[in-house]
């Protein structure tokens, strides 16, 4: 089992930046792909972007691409998403998740962290 918090979530004016951080216990990662998602209200989660641990190799989706960077820590077994130039549409609840190489899908999940941007 892995366990993920996250952290990091606020208020932002558009333009800013935030700093989430998904830190695991459980299992180490090192055959692990981590992902963030998010979910607007009224709307289903979404990708966000994904990093594989063991090569550091990232994929990101277009609304986000250029502005976000997904990073890893090893030491601190922790997953980072670095938001940039945040715009309004961003808000939302950001979820981090786990997967392993025998997964379907991502079954682990954390808890989410609210990301409120303001115009």
């Known amino acids: 089992q892995v366990q993920l918090v996250e952290s990091g979530g606020g208020l932002v004016q558009a333009g800013g930046s935030l700093r989430l951080s998904c830190a695991a216990s459980?299992?180490?990662?090192?055959?692990?792909?981590m992902g963030w998602f998010r979910q607007a209200p009224g709307k289903e989660r979404e990708f966000v972007a994904r990093i594989r641990w063991s090569t550091g190799s990232t994929v990101y989706a277009a609304s986000v691409k250029g502005r976000f960077t997904i990073s890893r820590d090893n030491a601190k077994n922790t997953v980072y998403l670095q938001m940039n130039s945040l715009e309004p549409e961003d808000t939302a609840v950001y979820y981090c998740?786990?997967?392993?190489?025998?997964?379907?899908?991502?079954?682990?999940w954390g808890q989410g962290t609210q990301v409120t941007v303001s115009s």
């Open positions: 998740a786990g997967r392993s190489s025998v997964d379907l899908g991502f079954p682990y």
């Open positions: 459980g299992r180490t990662l090192s055959s692990y792909d």
